[in-house]
């Protein structure tokens, strides 16, 4: 299997060599492990200990790959996943050290491409990775981003151009594209869209879908980004 493997790292350089694998791991004999078998694959590596510093670190680019403990000092893996998601479609494996950790991977919708419990065998994990990124990135480079969410700006970009969004058009497209493929009933986007407004009706889901596919029908008259679901709601489409 090793020589096997090595042939396809040669028949695949650019998917191996660009880009970095970030491991987040504030356990430094765990990161060490990993980073040492990622290496010796001729992957390069870029580490950090905390949630924050990982996102500021994705937010800057370069990176291919994270994995991601799910115990961190300052934010849980789970989080970390949550915000990175917001902007950024990139493979995440987790770690984890519990049980319910794994449950909670395994169980919740919540993006991950794949998880290994401790202790692990760092080999088996360099595979896993290069597995992933053989799936996720055959072809060569990701093609660009289609939306873009500016969290601090409550901006969303759609295929490079800023979307002129009102604050609930804004809600509902970033709750979509948080979780992409998920299908949401009208009473669940009442629910996390609309909680507290005055005005409620089932009719204010469809007519704000309705004027967010016109937006973004106005940027690329292809787009058919949100699909109807009959009898059970919405989702965004399948992102390619
Ligand atoms: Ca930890």
Redesign the pocket.
């Known amino acids: 299997m090793n020589s096997n493997e090595s042939v396809r790292m040669e028949l695949f350089p650019g998917v191996l060599m660009s880009g970095e694998v970030l491991i987040v791991?504030?356990?430094s004999a765990i990161a060490d492990t990993i980073a040492y078998a990622l290496e010796s694959e001729g992957f390069r590596v870029k580490r950090c200990t905390l949630g924050g510093e990982a996102l500021a670190l994705l937010r800057e680019g370069g990176i291919r790959f994270v994995i991601l403990?799910?115990?961190?000092p300052d934010l849980s893996g789970f989080e970390v996943l949550r915000r990175l998601r917001t902007f950024s479609e990139l493979p995440v494996l987790f770690l984890t050290?519990r049980s319910e950790e794994v449950d909670r991977v395994v169980g919740l919708e919540i993006g991950a491409d794949d998880y290994m419990a401790k202790p692990f065998s760092p080999r088996e994990l360099a595979a896993r990775v290069r597995s992933i990124l053989r799936r996720t990135e055959r072809g060569g480079a990701p093609a660009p981003p289609r939306f873009e969410v500016d969290e601090a700006a409550r901006r969303i970009r759609f295929q490079g151009q800023a979307l002129d969004l009102t604050r609930y058009e804004y809600q509902l497209l970033r709750l979509f594209l948080v979780h992409p493929e998920r299908v949401w009933s009208r009473s669940e986007l009442m629910e996390r869209v609309w909680a507290g407004a005055e005005e409620s009706a089932d009719r204010t889901v469809d007519t704000h879908v309705k004027t967010l596919r016109a937006k973004l029908r106005a940027l690329d008259p292809e787009a058919d980004a949100i699909q109807t679901h009959r009898g059970l709601g919405y989702s965004l489409g399948k992102q390619s």
Not at 69 to 72: I, Q, R
């Open positions: 791991e504030d356990e403990d799910v115990g961190l050290a």
